[in-house]
């Protein structure tokens, strides 16, 4: 997470919407694949 809210910085991205569309993707990878986590 830490490093994609770096990257978009630099890119001109802010951070929080990039923190909270990373933390989603992680939430909705977690829910799909929990038997396998």
Do not use: D, M, N
């Amino acid at each position: 997470i830490a490093l994609g809210c770096i990257y978009t910085e630099s890119k001109g991205y802010p951070r929080e919407p990039a923190a909270h569309v990373a933390i989603r993707t992680v939430r909705r990878f977690l829910e799909k694949h929990k038997a396998r986590v």
